[in-house]
């Protein structure tokens, strides 16, 4: 139950109507007057709101990534803050309070100012002690309590707050007839600041009102509380100063180094005199002015280094004893921030720094089951940079570093920590072993990025390090085939899978056997071998849900849906795969939709897999997607359109090359050569068959459900080693090159997609309404809006809405 707001009813009021009238309200007042209190009286009751804690935060960008933390969104690799922001609160009625900001930075009340203008339904509350001065911006001024004059009556707010303050300390009565002088003394002092008001009434009704001397400022009426309060209250009012965020019962017991009752004895006691908040979760916090004394007062004892130790212990025993083992409902996750907090203590103290990484080590496991890959790859790369440390755990912690920051920021974005992870490897006892398990990882990148040649030097690597035959060498031997099933060598394949699917091997290594036995089934597909492939996606997916690798399960299952429509389909929640899973599944989900007549749906998400894969450069999920995309733009009419994303996968699948990728791209642009009635549909027709033939494939899926007019033969020099050449990609590039569009108006420039975006801005559609209307994600449509202002040469969407209005 929250604490009333004594003689707040006018502002009460008016906080009221700004919220009822106004996007932005910020609540603007000093340190101590009620700010914080009076919010979250007015947003109680909202379902909807969502509370941010910024105390602390700096910059714009530690308050957005706090907002989004609140919000539970993730940015996808490549995206804005602002964007993902935005997207989040777009057409959600959401209330978000800001709560704590120091000072309002021109930066973020910009940005702020742009969220809002960019979305519908979204509000924003902030308290902090100056205003943003943004347009939209609705001020509430709080100012102190009045104080009754020397002739007024001793009634009012600030009477009533003191009068009640003092009663709930216990401790002497207050009788104000018979204390009205040192009752009017005390508040004349206060200058009416309800936090002041309460530390002074805590006071009177610890030692009596009589014996309490007025403080001139916060710090003195704190100072003066705190010397009322005996040692282990000192104590653990100095402790809770030091922490920056707020702190669970196990954390204050800890760094109290008392047992949990004692603990919440003293963290109520503190309470009780107005020294510290406890929380609506239970958890313990400090207003910052009172954390800001607590903590001068520790310059001069142990506490600093006492507390310092005592978190790093609670870490020690809180994280999980093995560095494999962790779950997404850790006891210790919700004191995260404190965690982190006592892994970069660790870490700052060379004594110690071992005992940090080994601590980030041991909490990875539980952050990333629960989705956290950002706050883990952080973590990480500040244990790094600490200094060296173990060889093996340091090793160990740079390859998850870059395993988590592949998946937050991109392919590619984990590369530099794999070769910190080979530094560490150096000071290792086996460092051949390590270094192998590094070239390991830094193949799959290279594989999922569509860099093949360099996948297949980084896998031989690692088994040239490794020669003993353990997992590393199985697992660099399974991105193998990977590789030589991408390229379409499906001899080679076949060759390398059969070395590593034995039936002896241990649980934590049958992913691998499961995942090459997958692949085995792929090549049964490409072959038109369906019911081996069939019957290979089935067991893996019966076998991996039997050992809960859901990653190679998901996988299987997407192969068992290509082969039949009505395969299962166990995983409902895509938004917390890993992007390397999510999009494959994603991009058969696009298929389905096509399949079963749906091309507007389909290509909406076919397009929002595209813009992913770009951004996560995920170079073989961004040539699927293009397929399908393209397929459904065709279905759909739109032939030059279709021509351009056929033509961009060709381009992709041909670099590679993913050979057979491309000559499903050649098929795609033959169907749209006759659609136009082109007489060269048979040239890239017969250049696909080529490349089938060589490997004795088929088309399957959408390439088999509509195919072109067959091909006489091949065209000269289009088809070298059965992969299309440099030559051949020109030569289709020449065919389609008379049917680019025109450019008479600017707006001709854009695409069909940007130009439906486009129209939608100018009708002032958001972007969650025009993704709604076009069954594509807010952020396929932010990409369109920054492909169209970089076309157009504009930066706004008022911009793009005045050109198309004028163009209409």
């Known amino acids: 139950m929250l604490t009333p707001c004594v003689g707040r009813e006018q502002v009460q009021d008016l906080l009221a109507v700004a919220m009822s009238t106004s996007r932005w309200v910020t609540v603007v007042g000093p340190?101590?007057?009620?700010?914080?209190?009076?919010?979250?009286?007015?947003?109680?009751?909202?379902?909807?709101?969502?509370?941010?804690?910024?105390?602390?935060?700096?910059?714009?960008?530690?308050?957005?990534?706090?907002?989004?933390?609140?919000?539970?969104?993730?940015?996808?690799?490549?995206?804005?803050?602002?964007?993902?922001?935005?997207?989040?609160?777009?057409?959600?009625?959401?209330?978000?309070?800001?709560?704590?900001?120091?000072?309002?930075?021109?930066?973020?009340?910009?940005?702020?100012?742009?969220?809002?203008?960019?979305?519908?339904?979204?509000?924003?509350?902030?308290?902090t002690r100056e205003m943003a001065g943004q347009p939209g911006e609705h001020v509430v001024r709080v100012g102190p309590l009045p104080v009754p004059g020397s002739l007024d009556p001793l009634t009012g707010p600030a009477v009533e707050l003191f009068t009640r303050r003092a009663q709930a300390a216990g401790g002497f009565p207050l009788d104000l007839s018979a204390h009205e002088a040192d009752v009017r003394r005390l508040l004349r002092a206060t200058g009416g600041l309800p936090l002041l008001i309460e530390q002074l009434a805590v006071q009177s009704a610890l030692i009596g009102v009589a014996n309490v001397e007025p403080a001139a400022s916060l710090a003195m009426a704190v100072q003066a509380s705190y010397d009322l309060l005996d040692d282990d209250h000192q104590r653990c009012f100095r402790r809770l100063a030091l922490m920056q965020t707020p702190v669970s019962i196990a954390v204050l017991a800890a760094i109290t180094e008392v047992d949990r009752a004692e603990a919440s004895r003293l963290g109520t006691g503190l309470a009780r005199r107005s020294l510290v908040e406890v929380l609506p979760d239970g958890r313990f916090d400090m207003l910052s002015p009172i954390r800001r004394h607590g903590a001068f007062l520790t310059a001069s004892t142990q506490d600093s280094a006492r507390t310092r130790a005592a978190l790093v212990a609670w870490a020690d025993s809180a994280a999980p004893d093995h560095d494999n083992v962790g779950a997404g409902d850790a006891a210790w996750l919700p004191d995260l921030p404190v965690m982190r907090a006592a892994i970069s203590s660790a870490c700052a103290d060379p004594t110690t720094r071992d005992l940090g990484y080994a601590?980030?080590?041991?909490?990875?496991?539980?952050?990333?089951?629960?989705?956290?890959?950002?706050?883990?790859?952080?973590?990480?790369?500040?244990?790094?940079?600490?200094?060296?440390?173990?060889?093996?755990?340091?090793?160990?912690?740079?390859?998850?570093?870059?395993?988590?920051?592949?998946?937050?920021?991109?392919?590619?974005?984990?590369?530099?920590?794999?070769?910190?992870?080979?530094?560490?490897?150096?000071?290792?006892?086996?460092?051949?072993?390590?270094?192998?398990?590094?070239?390991?990882?830094?193949?799959?990148?290279?594989?999922?990025?569509?860099?093949?040649?360099?996948?297949?030097?980084?896998?031989?690597?690692?088994?040239?390090?490794?020669?003993?035959?353990?997992?590393?060498?199985?697992?660099?031997?399974?991105?193998?085939?990977?590789?030589r099933v991408a390229r379409g060598d499906f001899m080679a394949a076949v060759s390398c899978a059969e070395r590593i699917i034995p039936t002896h091997d241990a649980n934590d290594e049958r992913w691998i056997s499961l995942s090459a036995r997958t692949l085995l089934g792929r090549v049964a597909l490409e072959q038109g071998r369906l019911a081996e492939a069939e019957a290979a996606a089935r067991a893996t997916v019966a076998e991996s849900r039997r050992l809960a690798e859901d990653r190679v399960r998901l996988l299987?299952?997407?192969?068992?849906?290509?082969?039949?429509?009505?395969?299962?389909?166990?995983?409902?929640?895509?938004?917390?795969?890993?992007?390397?899973?999510?999009?494959?599944?994603?991009?058969?989900?696009?298929?389905?939709?096509?399949?079963?007549?749906?091309?507007?749906?389909?290509?909406?998400?076919?397009?929002?897999?595209?813009?992913?894969?770009?951004?996560?450069?995920?170079?073989?999920?961004?040539?699927?997607?293009?397929?399908?995309?393209?397929?459904?733009?065709?279905?759909?009419?739109?032939?030059?359109?279709?021509?351009?994303?056929?033509?961009?996968?060709?381009?992709?699948?041909?670099?590679?090359?993913?050979?057979?990728?491309?000559?499903?791209?050649?098929?795609?642009?033959?169907?749209?050569?006759?659609?136009?009635?082109?007489?060269?549909?048979?040239?890239?027709?017969?250049?696909?068959?080529?490349?089938?033939?060589?490997?004795?494939?088929?088309?399957?899926?959408?390439?088999?459900?509509?195919?072109?007019?067959?091909?006489?033969?091949?065209?000269?020099?289009?088809?070298?080693?059965?992969?299309?050449?440099?030559?051949?990609?020109?030569?289709?590039?020449?065919?389609?090159?008379?049917?680019?569009?025109?450019?008479?108006?600017?707006?001709?420039?854009?695409?069909?997609?940007?130009?439906?975006?486009?129209?939608?801005?100018?009708?002032?559609?958001?972007?969650?309404?025009?993704?709604?209307?076009?069954?594509?994600?807010?952020?396929?449509?932010?990409?369109?809006?920054?492909?169209?202002?970089?076309?157009?040469?504009?930066?706004?969407?008022?911009?793009l809405a005045a050109m198309v209005v004028d163009l209409r």
């Not at 989040?88 to 009625?93: E, I, K, M, R, S």
């Not at 909490?363 to 890959?373: D, G, V």
Request: aromatic content about 4%.
């Open 556 to 799: 299987a299952e997407t192969l068992l849906r290509q082969v039949d429509p009505s395969g299962p389909v166990t995983t409902s929640e895509r938004d917390g795969l890993p992007w390397a899973v999510r999009l494959p599944v994603l991009a058969q989900d696009a298929r389905d939709l096509l399949e079963s007549g749906h091309p507007d749906e389909g290509a909406g998400l076919a397009a929002d897999v595209v813009v992913l894969a770009d951004s996560s450069r995920l170079g073989r999920d961004a040539v699927e997607a293009r397929l399908v995309l393209a397929h459904a733009l065709l279905s759909l009419g739109e032939t030059d359109q279709a021509a351009s994303t056929f033509l961009a996968a060709l381009d992709r699948a041909a670099s590679m090359p993913m050979p057979l990728r491309a000559a499903d791209a050649l098929d795609g642009l033959a169907l749209v050569a006759q659609a136009r009635e082109q007489r060269d549909a048979r040239l890239l027709s017969g250049a696909a068959a080529e490349i089938r033939r060589r490997r004795q494939a088929l088309p399957w899926g959408l390439a088999a459900r509509r195919r072109p007019v067959a091909g006489r033969a091949c065209p000269a020099g289009w088809v070298r080693r059965g992969n299309l050449s440099d030559d051949g990609l020109r030569e289709v590039g020449r065919i389609f090159a008379p049917w680019s569009p025109p450019t008479d108006s600017p707006l001709d420039a854009l695409t069909r997609a940007e130009r439906e975006v486009a129209e939608r801005v100018a009708d002032g559609l958001t972007s969650r309404q025009i993704a709604e209307e076009l069954f594509v994600s807010p952020r396929t449509v932010d990409t369109h809006l920054s492909h169209i202002y970089r076309k157009l040469d504009i930066n706004t969407r008022a911009r």
């Open 31 to 127: 340190p101590g007057c009620g700010k914080t209190l009076l919010v979250r009286h007015a947003t109680e009751h909202l379902p909807d709101r969502v509370w941010v804690n910024a105390t602390g935060l700096r910059c714009t960008q530690e308050v957005l990534t706090a907002c989004l933390d609140a919000l539970n969104t993730q940015p996808a690799p490549g995206d804005s803050a602002e964007g993902v922001l935005r997207r989040a609160l777009d057409g959600t009625g959401t209330m978000l309070v800001i709560d704590g900001l120091e000072t309002l930075e021109e930066d973020l009340g910009t940005t702020l100012q742009q969220v809002l203008d960019a979305t519908s339904g979204a509000r924003l509350t902030i308290t």
């Open 359 to 483: 601590l980030a080590n041991r909490i990875f496991s539980a952050l990333y089951t629960s989705m956290r890959a950002r706050e883990a790859v952080e973590i990480l790369e500040g244990v790094l940079v600490s200094g060296d440390g173990p060889g093996v755990i340091g090793a160990q912690v740079a390859r998850r570093a870059g395993i988590a920051a592949s998946e937050v920021r991109g392919t590619y974005e984990g590369l530099w920590l794999l070769d910190r992870a080979d530094e560490h490897a150096a000071l290792a006892r086996e460092p051949g072993l390590e270094m192998a398990r590094t070239a390991s990882i830094r193949a799959e990148m290279h594989l999922d990025a569509g860099a093949f040649d360099l996948a297949e030097q980084e896998a031989n690597r690692a088994m040239t390090l490794d020669p003993t035959g353990r997992s590393i060498a199985r697992q660099a031997t399974r991105t193998l085939v990977d590789v």
